[in-house]
């Protein structure tokens, strides 16, 4: 068998065939590299759509009790109001004050 039958019957001869697995291993390490940064891109992305909703729910969960805190601020005002505790103070069975009497206290820590 002569070089040149060979050449012919294998093809590429060695040195360029070394040179093109080179080529194609580079370009295999260059597309898993790309592909592991897509999905670690994605997986980031994903990450934080997962975030942003919880936040969104959180935001809204605060809406809500924001507008009930509201709503019982306003109901604990009106129930302190002085003419809703009269009514309650008659209903309960207490009578006005027909007189007052003040207490005069010495101040004993004044120097």
Known sequence: MSVLWQKQTHGVPKQTEQANRKVALLFLGGVLTVTLLAAAYLGLVAWNVRLARQVWTMENQ???MERQNQALMTEVARLSSIPVLQERSVKLGYQPAKTVD??????THAP
């Not at 003040?102 to 101040?107: G, R």
């Open 62 to 64: 605060l809406m809500t």
């Open 102 to 107: 003040f207490i005069h206290l010495e101040d």
